[in-house]
């Protein structure tokens, strides 16, 4: 397993397959869990040891409301932790300022309310830095992109 999913509430299982879904087009391997920071601190420090000593490389940590789980598990590894803050009581500003307000020296990086399509790709790209295999296949990913892209929008279009 290259990368761990982590998420508190079996509710944001919808918005968190966005992450598998990116992992799955890239071929890469990864186990999800829905853990609470709040109600099961020391299973999720649990299955946080293990997923590591199984060769975990990247987290990914979906959280709403609060949204302590990316920070508690940011605390307790030196992997690289992907916050996708979940849609709560403030349309997810509140998780988004929770998760990027992180104290010096424990960061989580952090990307768009709701968007773990994209905490997915930034796994991606952490992880080509030294495999060549998905390295080649993001920059196909890419090319195909901006190629249908162009298809769809390099002749102008009527309004």
Do not use: W
Not at 97 to 103: E, G, L, N, R, W
Not at 118 to 125: C, D, K, R, W, Y
């Amino acid at each position: 397993m290259k990368v761990a999913i982590f998420f508190g509430s079996k509710s944001d299982t919808e918005i968190m397959r966005g992450a598998a879904n990116c992992l799955k087009e890239f071929g890469v391997e990864y186990k999800a869990y829905v853990l609470s920071a709040h109600r099961v601190p020391e299973k999720l420090t649990e299955v946080l040891i293990e997923a590591e000593a199984n060769g975990c490389e990247v987290v990914i940590a979906g959280a709403g409301l609060a949204a302590h789980l990316p920070g508690v598990i940011a605390s307790q590894t030196t992997m690289p932790v992907i916050g996708v803050p979940i849609n709560g009581a403030i349309q997810g500003l509140d998780a988004l300022f929770s998760i990027v307000q992180m104290p010096k020296s424990i960061p989580v990086a952090t990307v768009g309310i709701n968007n773990s399509y994209n905490a997915g790709m930034l796994a991606v790209q952490m992880l080509a830095i030294k495999d060549e295999k998905i390295k080649e296949k993001l920059k196909t990913f890419r090319l195909d992109m901006k190629k249908k892209f162009i298809e769809e929008n390099g002749e102008g279009m009527d309004l």
